[in-house]
């Protein structure tokens, strides 16, 4: 290999490989694939003695090491210590701390990542005693998240969250000015261009938010615009196999679904066809994960506003996962804490099929969750428990009422049979006397049009006209 210098300019090209013959009459120039050096990661765990984290530390590293993997590093160690009370200054323990330095040391590694998160002086007087970059589980989520990022929303809400993380965090990674931390002379214009940077960000902070509520209020419009239907939205945890179940739902095969932890991003809806000739509107929702930052949260509050006009949430869960029921109860802290949890909520436990006693696990949930759905999409009737609940509840959404008609009256007729569920007919000389169900609106309609429309009795309840 030879370096190919430009004559005219007098510059070196790297990148380009020139191959020359023993005649030295032709050159073959072959590009050079050039990557990004691949970061080499040790995992700390940090939990506080007798926590659930303390007794889960092997699996909840383990979920740091997919995310780590997922952000593109390759994780060469793995260290936890259970600590009394987190150190204000370093989190962990000063001989800790000189233990990890030698680990990164012997194992070259260029950064190391906390499933903790860290306050902005532990992350300077971690990175100061190491002598690398320190980086907590929410930096590594938000790095994620704006990679993985497509729809112009979703970029927004991302922005505004690690601009969020990273205001406090400022003088740690402003990388320009320590190159003149300390200089004679130089200390003033350092520290006037850190607060100009903070009030740049601020600003930053306060157009994305805008540009947020105008999203949500874009996100109304289409929600008002929608035709009246069963609205129904996914949760759960991340790679619980929320989109895999949209398509399955749907049969488009276009939706992404990966093995991986946030393989999509974006809101996506579906009308989806239950069978008997009803259909739902379905959305796929941002999964969630344990520690999710909080700024990313609230960003995305406003995406998840389509779980909140739902009809019903049907919260995913893993059924194989080993943690199954933590990763349950991380689910339900979100959705409290966006508000969300006095939402009609169904368990459906995914993944069936990879479980080795189906049955037992079966009967197992719905003892602990009454109402629990069991599901599989890996075969073909694996969702019809869900797609029969599903119908269940859109006939309860649409009220059983008797509609008399004029006989002459053919084109009312034929709309109930289109538009609602005709569940009897009589007829006389002069009226068609039916029994159907319809959506409220549909009911308000008839009624505002001089119909008669009368409640019919459900199982010795009245049921609601309007």
């Known amino acids: 290999m030879e370096d190919i210098y430009s004559q005219r300019e007098g510059t070196r090209r790297l990148g380009v490989r020139a191959d020359t013959t023993r005649e030295g009459n032709s050159i073959s120039k072959t590009p050079i694939q050039v990557r990004d050096p691949i970061e080499r990661a ?34 060469v160690g793995r260290m936890s210590q259970q600590i009394a009370a987190p150190n204000p200054a370093t989190l962990i323990g000063e001989g800790k701390v000189e233990e990890i330095a ?23 007087n971690l990175e100061r005693e190491m002598n690398v970059r320190v980086m907590d589980r929410p930096e590594v989520i ?9 729809s112009h929303e979703a970029k927004l809400q991302v922005e505004l969250a690690q601009l969020e993380y990273l205001l406090p965090r400022l003088t740690r990674m402003w990388t320009h000015l320590s190159r003149i931390r300390g ?7 350092g520290e006037t261009q850190l607060e100009t940077d903070r009030r740049i960000i601020r600003r930053r902070i306060q157009g994305l938010k805008q540009k947020l509520k105008d999203v949500e209020k874009h996100r109304e419009n289409i929600r008002a615009g929608r035709d009246p239907m069963l609205s129904v939205a996914l949760v759960g945890y991340t790679n619980a196999g929320k989109s895999s179940v949209l398509r399955a739902l749907s049969g488009q095969h276009e939706i992404v679904v990966e093995d991986r932890l946030f393989a999509t991003l974006d809101t996506l809806t ?5 069978g008997e000739g009803q259909r739902a509107r379905v959305t796929d929702t941002v999964g969630f994960i344990r520690k999710l930052p909080h700024h990313l949260v609230a960003s995305f509050r406003a995406t998840l506003e389509e779980a909140r006009g739902a009809d019903v949430m049907l919260h995913i869960v893993d059924a194989s996962h080993p943690d199954w029921d933590g990763q349950m109860h991380v689910v339900e802290r979100v959705l409290a ?19 080795t006693d189906p049955a037992g696990f079966g009967a197992r949930v719905r003892e602990l969750y009454p109402g629990a759905l069991t599901i599989t999409t890996m075969r073909t009737n694996g969702l019809a428990s869900l797609k ?18 004029p006989i002459t009256d053919g084109a009312r007729l034929a709309a109930l049979y289109r538009d609602g569920e005709v569940l009897s007919r009589e007829e006389s000389a002069s009226q ?22 009368v409640a019919e009795q459900v199982e010795g309840k009245r049921a609601r006209a309007g």
């Open 432 to 453: 068609y006397d039916i029994v159907v169900r319809l959506d409220r609106w549909q009911v308000e309609r008839l009624q505002r049009e001089g119909v008669e429309v």
């Open 183 to 189: 200089g004679i002379g130089l200390r003033g214009p």
């Open 42 to 75: 040790v995992l700390v765990a940090a939990p506080r003695k007798g926590s659930s984290d303390a007794r889960h530390v092997t699996e909840h590293l383990e979920e740091l090491t997919r995310l780590v993997d997922t952000a593109g590093a390759e994780v």
């Open 102 to 124: 030698r680990a990164v040391a012997d194992a070259g590694a260029s950064i190391v990542i906390f499933d903790e998160e860290l306050s902005p002086v532990q992350g300077a």
């Open 142 to 150: 938000l790095d994620i998240f704006s990679t993985r990022a497509r």
């Open 337 to 355: 804490e966006l508000d969300l949890a006095d939402r009609p909520i169904i368990p459906v436990f995914n993944k069936m099929d990879a479980l």
């Open 270 to 274: 579906r009308e989806v066809d239950l």
């Open 388 to 405: 029969a609940k599903l119908r269940e509840l859109e006939r309860a959404g649409r009220p059983m009422v008797r509609v008399r008609l």
